[in-house]
Nanobody, 123 residues
Framework: QVKLEDSGGGLVQAGGSLRLSCTASGRSISNYAMGWFRQAPGKEREFVASIRWKDGTYYAEVVKGRFTISRDNAENMVYLQMNSLKPEDTAVYYC?????????????????WGKGTLVTVSS
């Protein structure tokens, strides 16, 4: 069992930055792929970014070049640095993992989720 706690959301103006954090407990995540998803109001949950245990990173096209995912295995944490934020980035952001070396980009196939942290970008 892996428990994920995501935090760091808030209200920011367009063009601003936020850093989300995900704290994992229950077991070490050092060998697992970890990721971030988001769900905007009235929309389905979607993949944002993921990072494999050897730091291979993957991004949705809409955030590539603006968001950076990273991890600190010693602290059992994952981060999402979000720069140049746009109003369309407004969503609840969720930390996620399958406790495996890979993580699908399709939300129904993801096993473990954080409770989510709200990011609101004003224009």
């Amino acid at each position: 069992q892996v428990k994920l706690e995501d935090s760091g959301g808030g209200l920011v103006q367009a063009g601003g930055s936020l850093r989300l954090s995900c704290t994992a407990s229950g077991r070490s995540i050092s060998n697992y792929a970890m990721g971030w998803f988001r769900q905007a109001p009235g929309k389905e949950r979607e993949f944002v970014a993921s990072i494999r245990w050897k730091d291979g990173t993957y991004y949705a096209e809409v955030v590539k070049g603006r968001f950076t995912i990273s991890r600190d295995n010693a602290e059992n944490m994952v981060y999402l640095q979000m720069n140049s934020l746009k109003p369309e980035d407004t969503a609840v952001y969720y930390c996620a993992t399958n406790a495996l070396v890979t993580l699908p980009t399709d939300p129904p196939r993801v096993r473990y989720w954080g409770k989510g942290t709200l990011v609101t970008v004003s224009s």
